[in-house]
């Protein structure tokens, strides 16, 4: 059995949020249903409930096995950080950083309603590294407003970019449309074209990048089809992009989504 002590870079990091406690017990299954609705997955993907009390996984999606190449499920983070590039693990940490601040600064009330996500490589079954797409959502607190447990979301984006954008994307879900792209420069100073986009079309970016059709989208934002189309098109324009799947690619490319 693994040992649920294990420490991993991260660690620190989380320690500085604010009353984070430790060896907290988590028995009930996390919604994962509801969470994965607000996620989108372009791709293989899986995920995993994670203590953030103790950084031991459960309730592991099987495509953890096979797109790493593992023979059990791992028991603990660190298990699946040393499945990221070397070269990455900087990066990671340093996004975990802005991920804490940020939630910390909109306010610990919201924490359930806040998905972070960045890119980064990973180790697959045939020994290479891709570039996977991380998500990430607080599922649980305690009595008090403390985090105990997320649900991460990782998708192998390898077919669709190469290219890490190195870019922290700090979104709302639910009730809020929160929406902070933070950079980190230190890494990498991609061209970025987010400025260009409004608000309303950042929005409608998300839900193409989730698969979903012109119709689809009218009547979640409860919009006209007429409405919908015309914004789609300003977007492509304003992106320089042929189709949804080449704006899909460019969004991913910049930290867009």
Same mark, same amino acid.
């Given at each position: 059995?693994? $040992?649920?002590?294990?420490?991993?870079? &991260?660690?620190?990091?989380?320690?500085?949020?604010?009353? !984070?406690?430790?060896?907290?017990?988590?028995?009930?299954?996390?919604?994962?249903?509801?969470? #994965?609705?607000?996620? %989108?997955?372009?791709?293989?993907?899986?995920?995993?409930?994670?203590?953030?009390?103790?950084?031991?996984?459960? *309730?592991?999606?099987?495509?953890?096995?096979?797109?790493?190449? /593992?023979?059990?499920?791992?028991? $603990? &983070?660190?298990? !699946?950080?040393?499945?990221?590039?070397?070269?990455?693990?900087? %990066? !990671?940490?340093?996004?975990?950083? @802005?991920? @804490? $601040?940020?939630?910390?600064? #909109?306010? /610990?009330?919201?924490? &359930?309603?806040?998905?972070?996500?960045?890119? %980064?490589?990973?180790?697959?079954?045939?020994?290479?590294?891709?570039?996977?797409? *991380?998500?990430?959502?607080?599922?649980?607190?305690?009595?008090?407003?403390?985090?105990?447990?997320?649900?991460? #979301? *990782?998708?192998n984006i390898h077919h669709i970019t190469k290219e890490n954008p190195y870019t922290v994307l700090v979104s709302g879900i639910g009730p809020r449309n929160d929406f902070h792209q933070v950079k980190l420069d230190?890494?990498?100073?991609?061209? +970025?074209?987010?400025? *260009? /986009?409004?608000?309303?079309?950042?929005?409608?970016?998300?839900?193409?990048?989730?698969?979903?059709?012109?119709?689809?989208?009218?009547?979640?934002?409860?919009?006209?089809?007429?409405?919908?189309?015309?914004?789609?098109? +300003?977007? &492509?324009?304003?992106? +320089?992009?042929?189709?949804?799947?080449?704006? !899909?690619?460019?969004?991913?490319?910049?930290?867009?989504?």
């Amino acid at each position: 059995m693994g $040992n649920s002590e294990q420490k991993h870079p &991260l660690i620190a990091i989380w320690n500085t949020y604010p009353g !984070v406690r430790r060896d907290r017990k988590i028995l009930d299954k996390p919604p994962i249903e509801r969470i #994965i609705g607000e996620m %989108f997955a372009i791709g293989e993907f899986y995920y995993y409930a994670l203590n953030l009390t103790n950084s031991t996984l459960s *309730h592991h999606h099987e495509n953890i096995l096979k797109l790493h190449g /593992l023979s059990a499920y791992p028991e $603990n &983070l660190k298990e !699946v950080i040393e499945l990221t590039h070397p070269d990455d693990i900087g %990066f !990671v940490i340093k996004a975990e950083q @802005v991920l @804490v $601040n940020k939630i910390t600064e #909109i306010g /610990l009330e919201s924490q &359930l309603y806040i998905k972070g996500s960045y890119c %980064f490589r990973m180790k697959t079954a045939e020994g290479n590294y891709e570039l996977f797409h *991380h998500q990430s959502i607080i599922t649980m607190e305690d009595e008090t407003g403390i985090p105990i447990q997320s649900i991460n #979301i *990782h998708t192998n984006i390898h077919h669709i970019t190469k290219e890490n954008p190195y870019t922290v994307l700090v979104s709302g879900i639910g009730p809020r449309n929160d929406f902070h792209q933070v950079k980190l420069d230190c890494f990498s100073k991609p061209e +970025n074209f987010s400025e *260009h /986009l409004t608000k309303r079309e950042m929005e409608i970016l998300s839900f193409i990048a989730k698969g979903y059709s012109g119709p689809e989208i009218a009547q979640a934002l409860i919009l006209s089809e007429h409405t919908i189309r015309t914004h789609r098109k +300003n977007i &492509l324009r304003k992106t +320089n992009s042929r189709n949804s799947k080449e704006l !899909v690619k460019k969004a991913f490319e910049k930290g867009l989504i």
